[in-house]
């Protein structure tokens, strides 16, 4: 029963996010279509920023979204982290949230210093993989310059993801 709320939940998080970023970009005057400017992809196994550029052609660039996976039990938010890159970030894009020591911040840090979360995962990059639902947001080149930057504070805003921000106002 658990499973098929979550799913549920996670579907109608699918239709609303195209919602969100049209509505809130048509206000700015400068609106994003979904289709013609961004395209939502919830991969089933993981994709580089290269093979989207070959499969859709040139990228402005993309939101990340980090969501837990309805089998772990955990009673907080869901959204772990929400982040964005460049044209030229494909590294950031493809691989920096799975290993701890990639770069300053990603997930997989986050996690390991997360005291409940952290213990006894194993291979944190693994855990990522097998346990997170990841939602990419590729802005295409017909894309307004900055969309990107919009739409992941608009996302940051909407769903607060727990690792964001400065440690010190996170709810770890």
């Given at each position: 029963?658990?499973?098929?709320?979550?799913?549920?939940?996670?579907?109608?998080?699918?239709?609303?996010?195209?919602?969100y970023?049209?509505?809130?970009?048509?206000?700015?005057?400068?609106?994003?279509?979904?289709?013609?400017?961004?395209?939502?992809?919830?991969?089933s196994?993981?994709?580089?920023?290269?093979?989207?550029?070959?499969?859709?052609?040139?990228?402005?660039?993309?939101?990340?979204?980090?969501?837990?996976?309805?089998?772990?039990?955990?009673s907080?938010?869901?959204?772990?982290?929400?982040?964005?890159?460049?044209?030229?970030?494909?590294?950031?894009?493809?691989?920096?949230?799975?290993?701890?020591?990639?770069?300053?911040?990603?997930?997989?840090?986050?996690?390991?210093?997360n005291?409940?979360?952290?213990?006894?995962?194993?291979?944190?990059?693994?855990?990522i993989?097998?346990?997170?639902?990841?939602?990419?947001?590729?802005?295409?080149?017909?894309?307004?310059?900055?969309?990107?930057?919009?739409?992941?504070?608009?996302?940051?805003?909407?769903?607060?993801?727990?690792?964001?921000?400065?440690?010190?106002?996170?709810?770890?």
């Amino acid at each position: 029963m658990a499973k098929e709320k979550n799913q549920k939940e996670l579907q109608q998080m699918m239709r609303d996010l195209p919602k969100y970023i049209e509505k809130s970009t048509l206000l700015l005057e400068k609106p994003l279509k979904a289709g013609i400017d961004f395209i939502i992809d919830l991969p089933s196994d993981q994709h580089t920023f290269n093979s989207y550029k070959n499969k859709y052609g040139e990228l402005k660039g993309a939101v990340y979204i980090f969501y837990l996976n309805e089998c772990i039990r955990f009673s907080g938010n869901r959204f772990f982290k929400i982040g964005r890159v460049g044209p030229k970030s494909t590294a950031r894009f493809d691989g920096h949230h799975y290993n701890p020591k990639s770069s300053g911040s990603n997930l997989a840090r986050s996690i390991l210093n997360n005291k409940p979360l952290g213990k006894e995962i194993g291979d944190v990059g693994d855990f990522i993989r097998n346990n997170f639902i990841r939602i990419n947001i590729l802005f295409l080149k017909s894309a307004p310059e900055f969309s990107n930057e919009l739409v992941e504070a608009i996302l940051h805003y909407k769903y607060n993801p727990l690792f964001e921000g400065p440690i010190s106002q996170r709810k770890e």
